[in-house]
């Protein structure tokens, strides 16, 4: 789950990481006496969307008065903001964080990550910061510092010590540095994140180190511990399928083709995706039913799928085990017949009642496709829509 800057900032306080001050504006109304409170000169006017790039796409604004950053609230909120991480089609701004101005000396990148080729959390910091990591990683990679940590030991002062030092800090602000990065491993850790990324991290004129930009993902399957920071998920952040789908227990990713793909598995959906992309075809999408599918979450699955208009045709893929194989074709059965779907579908089932789920198919009286294996279900798909 992604969340706002502010509310990684708020997590972040609550560990004692320390963080710039700033208010939460939701009209541009407020946002004068949000200047006021914060009491500096400069204050910093920052759209939030579930998004990185937000200041090349102006939703970052340095207002030096209130009555500027009444302005800048007023143009930002309201506007559909595209990053590079957006996409073409950008997001709609509904709020905005004033921060306090900064007197920003030195400008740093921190990240903390799970590392998947390790199994290991690893941190990465960078005297680059502001910069996007991706572009320093491929330009400069030897800028990036990476500390892979273990488990049982965590980050003792040690660790955080020797990323301060290949940062070139020194005297106050490596000091205050290494409470820093121990702090900022302990809310990785306790608060379930599988990423936050700090860019930039500034050391101020008067070495004061702050996290002055802050980007949380929180791990889904986790958030049964924290019923307060479930409470961050923003719907308006989300695609409306992927959330619709989050209601039946299904797990919906949209992508830029027209064959829909049901099945049950991330590794199967994996699997399913190259395949029709190594026949020459483009999936829509990614739909994961899971191993306890019934009939009703199949067919609320055709409902989300044919809700993309893209969608041409519709290849099912499942492996029969908890979810058998006459189970998913009755269900596939009726919501056909429910949705009326006008579309071809093409079925390939292995596993547990496989014989009896083809029988179910073939005296239903629609024209499913049966396919004989990944490959040749692949193909048919494929040509239906040709």
Do not use: W
Not at 154 to 166: E, M, N, T
Not at 263 to 284: C, F, Q, R, S
């Amino acid at each position: 789950m992604k969340i706002h800057e502010y509310q990684a900032k708020e997590i972040l306080a609550k560990y004692n990481v320390p963080v710039p001050n700033g208010v939460l504006v939701n009209d541009p109304s407020e946002a004068q006496d949000a200047a006021k409170k914060l009491g500096t000169p400069v204050v910093v006017v920052k759209a939030q969307i579930h998004a990185g790039g937000r200041g090349k796409g102006g939703g970052v604004k340095l207002a030096k008065s209130p009555e500027e950053a009444e302005k800048y609230t007023n143009d930002i909120i309201g506007m559909t903001l595209v990053t590079p991480q957006t996409g073409p089609e950008g997001r709609l701004v509904k709020k905005v964080l004033i921060e306090e101005g900064m007197d920003i000396a030195k400008e740093l990148y921190l990240g903390i990550l799970v590392d998947r080729q390790t199994s290991r959390v690893l941190i990465m910091a960078s005297e680059a910061g502001g910069m996007e990591i991706e572009e320093v990683a491929a330009d400069t990679p030897e800028k990036i510092i990476k500390e892979v940590v273990d488990p049982i030991i965590g980050v003792k002062p040690y660790l955080a010590r020797k990323i301060a030092f290949a940062l070139n800090l020194e005297g106050d602000a490596l000091k205050k540095m290494v409470p820093f990065i121990i702090n900022l491993y302990n809310s990785f850790i306790k608060e379930d994140c599988d990423m936050l990324e700090i860019n930039p991290l500034v050391i101020t004129g008067d070495n004061r180190v702050l996290a002055l930009d802050a980007k949380v993902s929180i791990d889904d399957n986790a958030l049964y511990r924290h019923k307060d920071t479930a409470a961050y998920r923003d719907l308006d952040e989300e695609a409306p399928l992927e959330v619709e789908a989050s209601k039946f227990h299904l797990n919906y990713i949209k992508l830029d083709g027209n064959i829909a793909c049901m099945v049950n598995g991330a590794g199967l959906a994996m699997a399913t995706m190259d395949i029709i992309k190594h026949t020459g075809g483009e999936p829509a999408n990614f739909l994961d039913v899971g191993g306890g599918a019934n009939e009703e979450m199949i067919e609320n699955g055709f409902r989300i799928l044919l809700s993309d208009e893209n969608v041409k045709a519709i290849f099912i893929n499942i492996f029969g085990g908890i979810l058998r194989c006459d189970i998913l074709a009755r269900g596939v059965v009726a919501a056909a017949k429910t949705l009326d779907v006008k579309v071809p579908i093409v079925v390939r089932m292995e596993g547990t009642n496989m014989e009896e789920g083809h029988q179910i198919l073939n005296e239903s009286g629609m024209n499913f496709e049966i396919g004989n294996g990944m490959k040749d279900a692949a193909r048919k798909v494929v040509k239906a829509i040709q």
